[in-house]
């Protein structure tokens, strides 16, 4: 078998972006060569360069390089005559039994890694219907790859087809340069505090994330408007400084095999609109979750035992159609159809898998998962328990988790969740979801006044305590009954961004509501506050620990609550601090919206949101229930603290622990400095700094700023001076 070698040219510069439906850039042969190839010989193949499509040759370290291939006209014909005409004597293009692809990129220390081809078809978009149109492309298999070290690079390509047994063989070459990418996101396991944030590979720095859902993706189609719309979502998101996100691979968008099991080719736009996502992400630096919704397994919730409105209930599972599965625990037991999710899993993270943004996969809720597993098998089997689905489940899942990292070569993290975590999984010994997941990821939903004091804080310190790995609010909110308040206040998500911030998670928490009111009134360019405060602060080799405190046990007495990180060396503390009498109820006096939402329980006008939803209809839950009151609801609403004009000294004082111990007369000075964070800007406001001394319980008290409707919330920092009998604030 003669043995056909590519060199690629050699150019100066490099190119970010998409050029999907760009001319590709042919490789030159060696001069010396006199191998001629046509494409009507079998082992014909003819490779070209796409990305970085400015210079051919060269990319730079963790860039994508993108690899367009063509092959023998018999071939393509075999394919075209099963994608067209539905001839099985044709060549499946999805399948690898049928068509394997494989291209081993050898580095320039010599360390193979296998990356699979996958079939790509380009399109057009047809605003004026509304409908992806295919554009044409004489190289529809593709390979993907993001270099991670720095010279030349080799790639071995084979190309296997049914019933032949000599492959079909090339040789590339490229070249890659020094880039200030960061690499992929990595977790620790040191027994240190700061094993809860992750790390960027390259340079080693914290990653804080900062981010929102963009989740969902459409309905009985994701057509070009649908894809418009989460491409301006996620460059809202970017606008704002979020570098982090979350995307549902779901059946009605990306996912391959639905409708057809065994057959991608009417899902190939869907894919190709969120190339565009994937790409958009890599070149702003966001990272992302890609998760798959346990609606796969549920029945409708409209029509129980039906099809779902959406069109992606188990009603309507390909696996069951095509393979006439008869009960749900199939979809996780039987051999075919885990063939077919692997082979699934090949494309996505064939197509997919090399970009460092994507960095974490798993399943959502999975008790929602075996829901209908456990309601199915329990009537044969009384012992059926949810922990019984659970486990079947998770065994389905570490199946393809080895077969990920393992066959797919993939340093993908996994991200799983439950939509409330059962008490089992709270066991250490218990080998569930959480024991074999990366993170710790956390859903939970309200719009009570203690959300974040009292639940989300304490299931961060109860989950970090029983695991020992990084916790991410993966989904919060107000809850969805709620969703009108959004059209009044933003009260609710900036206090939730802030909050989650300081609770020893590895970032914000993401708001689910990204196109039901978040980004329809701009309140996700709050997150550039935090991307401001936290910038430059090495969260994870300070070894930063979370505290809060309140002025008082009971939430509905509560005024103050601060919440706050602190180093190892107790030299220093971030935190924000905020008037927790200002939430959406007490506002009452505050907001006419508000008030007309209590006093109603509606809106008299609509409130538009993403796709021209009515947050007003249907109408939401009681806005007037005596279970979102406080002490304070009901004696005009939220109370200013502080004493304008006064003097900051007469404002009531927060505590601050943890830090250096006095000893004798020598007393250990702190300075603490307030920034307002309802701006602009994140804004330092000198007129509330403070210079204080621990006492003999290592906490300082420092006083509040004046926390009024103007800001009722402070973010701030504390720094250690040191030792000194005197300080003052001009030293």
Request: net charge negative; charged share 25%; aromatic share 16%.
């Amino acid at each position: 078998m003669k043995r056909v070698v590519f060199y690629c040219i050699l150019a100066l510069t490099s190119s970010l972006g998409w050029a999907q439906n760009s001319h590709p850039k042919k490789f030159p042969v060696l001069a010396n060569h006199s191998v001629i190839r046509t494409s009507l010989d079998q082992q014909f193949i003819e490779p070209v360069w796409y990305q970085p499509a400015a210079t051919p040759g060269i990319v730079v370290k963790y860039d994508k390089t993108e690899f367009g291939f063509k092959l023998s006209e018999n071939i393509q014909k075999n394919i075209d005559d099963f994608l067209t005409k539905q001839d099985t004597a044709g060549i499946n293009p999805f399948d690898p039994d049928q068509i394997n692809f494989e291209a081993v990129f050898i580095s320039p220390t010599g360390i193979r890694t296998k990356r699979y081809g996958f079939y790509y078809q380009p399109f057009l978009e047809n605003h004026s219907v509304d409908q992806w149109e295919k554009d044409t492309t004489s190289f529809p298999w593709r390979v993907r790859f993001a270099p991670d070290e720095i010279g030349e690079w080799q790639v071995l390509v084979e190309v296997f087809t049914k019933n032949k047994n000599t492959p079909i063989e090339t040789v590339l070459r490229f070249e890659t340069l020094p880039s200030k990418y960061k690499g992929v996101l990595k977790t620790s396991n040191t027994g240190a505090e700061g094993d809860r944030y992750l790390s960027y590979s390259e340079t080693g720095e914290t990653f804080i994330a900062q981010g929102n859902n963009i989740s969902s993706g459409g309905f009985f189609s994701y057509k070009p408007s649908q894809n418009t719309h989460h491409l301006e979502g996620l460059q809202q998101l970017i606008n704002a400084g979020g570098n982090f996100t979350r995307f549902d691979m779901q059946p009605q968008a990306a996912l391959p095999d639905w409708p057809i099991y065994n057959n991608y080719n009417g899902k190939l736009d869907e894919m190709y609109g969120f190339d565009k996502m994937v790409e958009l992400c890599e070149k702003n630096g966001v990272y992302f979750i890609v998760f798959r919704h346990h609606v796969e397994l549920m029945d409708s919730h409209y029509n129980p035992g039906g099809p779902d409105w959406s069109g992606v209930s188990w009603f309507e599972n390909p696996y069951r159609i095509g393979l006439a599965l008869s009960r749900k625990e199939e979809y996780l037991t039987n051999e075919e159809a885990i063939e077919w999710q692997l082979k699934s899993l090949r494309y996505v993270f064939s197509r997919w898998g090399y970009s460092t943004s994507f960095s974490f996969y798993g399943y959502s809720e999975v008790n929602y998962w075996v829901q209908g597993v456990v309601a199915e098998e329990s009537k044969k089997n009384p012992k059926y328990t949810e922990q019984l689905g659970i486990s079947v489940l998770k065994n389905w899942f570490i199946h393809q988790k080895k077969y990920i990292l393992k066959e797919l070569n993939s340093k993908i993290l996994f991200s799983n969740s439950y939509a409330t975590l059962p008490t089992y999984e709270n066991d250490p010994l218990f080998d569930g979801f959480m024991k074999n997941s990366d993170v710790v990821s956390v859903h939970l939903y309200e719009s009570l006044k203690n959300i974040n004091y009292d639940f989300r804080a304490f299931v961060a310190d109860k989950e970090w305590k029983i695991f020992h790995k990084p916790i991410i609010f993966e989904e919060i909110g107000i809850a969805d009954d709620k969703l009108t308040t959004y059209c009044c206040t933003d009260i609710e998500y900036h206090n939730a961004l802030w909050a989650t911030s300081f609770m020893g998670a590895f970032g914000t928490g993401l708001d689910w509501w990204w196109d039901r009111g978040v980004h329809d009134f701009g309140y996700q360019k709050q997150l550039r506050h935090i991307n401001t405060f936290f910038k430059g602060e090495d969260l994870k080799k300070m070894n930063y620990k979370p505290h809060r405190c309140s002025d008082s046990e009971t939430s509905t007495a509560r005024k103050i609550e601060n919440y706050y990180l602190t180093s190892e060396n107790e030299e220093r503390i971030l935190g924000w601090v905020h008037n927790s009498t200002f939430y959406w109820r007490n506002l009452y006096n505050e907001h006419p919206c508000i008030k007309e939402l209590v006093d109603k329980n509606n809106l008299d006008h609509p409130c538009f949101v993403g796709g021209g939803y009515d947050l007003n209809s249907p109408k939401g839950g009681d806005f007037h229930a005596s279970a979102y009151e406080d002490d304070y609801t009901l004696k005009g609403g939220a109370v200013p603290i502080g004493m304008d004009g006064a003097g900051i000294e007469k404002n009531p004082t927060f505590q601050i622990s943890g830090l250096i111990h006095n000893f004798g007369f020598k007393k250990n000075f702190y300075k603490i400095e307030f920034y307002k964070t309802t701006g602009q800007d994140l804004a330092l406001d000198p007129s509330f700094t403070q210079i204080l001394t621990t006492n003999l319980s290592s906490s300082i008290y420092p006083h509040v700023p004046n926390l009024d409707k103007i800001n009722p919330d402070y973010a701030y920092k504390v720094q250690y001076l040191g030792r000194l009998k005197r300080k003052t604030l001009k030293q």
